[in-house]
């Protein structure tokens, strides 16, 4: 594992003068959970571009396509375990390090590892809501009723997606019965922002809010590629507190950071959180 010294004496470094600090997690934190990321290390696409919020309103054929990918998808993003980096930072928040843990994950592992203060920015991928009565389901429900319909079949990990979505063939799209609410019918979406879509205000104002409380911003995994996240690294430093980027990749904030760490995010936080004191013997 790649942990540079180095790197462990910046954060330690960051952390003694930002005793207190929000922490805003990608797709990369989730990465050595088995749930791959969006974007490659210069931020391109990794697979075809992910299905967008108007798209899933407008069409049938996308809500098709989103929801025979999800079917295929979810078990995984269902079964996968908090890593490192997701049992660091709680142990962080014991401690009493983390103001509030913003993730753009909708994978719910950060509460899984015993995290509290999170707030899922981008939603989560465990409920589904009724666009229509607003009656709110478990995701493995909605699975269940799915799976009713047509049995899962097993399809290359390799086409796995962060958000439970996954490349399928056509033909397979073209087979799966979208499911609808059994109260009223209405139109079923995953309780997650999709692309293009908007993170409700007062969930980004709480955020900022949290920010203006702390002493420093740190963002672990993620390319900042998308506003939604960018923005905190943006307020941080419209506010003059320090941001601390983890990401083994080039970010969109890389200009704004006082510090740069490429280290794997998991060691690295291990590491600083005394978390691998406690874990010796294990990977
Ligand atoms: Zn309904």
Redesign the pocket.
């Known amino acids: 594992m790649n942990t540079d010294d180095y790197d462990i004496e910046h954060l330690q470094t960051f952390l003694q003068s930002c005793p207190r600090t929000v922490v805003l997690t990608g797709a990369g934190t989730s990465l050595a959970s088995g749930i791959p990321t969006y974007r490659d290390h210069e931020g391109r696409w990794q697979h075809s571009e992910p299905i967008k919020h108007q798209e899933f309103l407008q069409s049938s054929a996308a809500r098709q396509r989103y929801w025979a990918r999800s079917l295929h998808g979810w078990p995984a993003i269902r079964d996968a375990q908090p890593n490192r980096a997701h049992q660091a930072l709680a142990l962080m928040e014991r401690k009493g390090q983390i103001e509030t843990l913003i993730t753009q994950n909708v994978d719910r592992l950060h509460q899984r590892s015993g995290s509290r203060k999170v707030v899922d920015l981008h939603g989560r991928l465990d409920q589904v809501h009724?666009?229509?009565?607003?009656?709110l389901y478990c995701r493995q429900q909605i699975q269940q009723q799915m799976t009713t319909q047509e049995p899962p079949r097993g399809s290359p990990a390799s086409a796995r997606r962060p958000d439970g979505d996954q490349d399928l063939p056509e033909a397979m799209e073209q087979l799966t019965q979208v499911p609808?609410?059994?109260?009223?019918?209405?139109?079923?979406m995953p309780d997650v922002v999709f692309f293009g879509g908007t993170v409700p205000r007062a969930r980004v104002d709480s955020c900022m809010a949290a920010l203006e409380r702390a002493d420093g911003l740190i963002a672990v995994g993620s390319s900042l590629q998308v506003y939604s996240g960018f923005r905190f690294c943006r307020r941080a430093a419209e506010l003059g507190k320090p941001l601390a980027i983890l990401n083994t990749g080039a970010t969109r904030a890389d200009p704004l950071a006082q510090y740069k760490l490429t280290s794997d995010c998991g060691a690295l936080l291990a590491a600083v959180s005394g978390l691998s004191g406690q874990l010796t013997g294990t990977a």
């Open positions: 009724c666009l229509d009565c607003d009656a609808d609410c059994v109260r009223c019918g209405g139109l079923l």
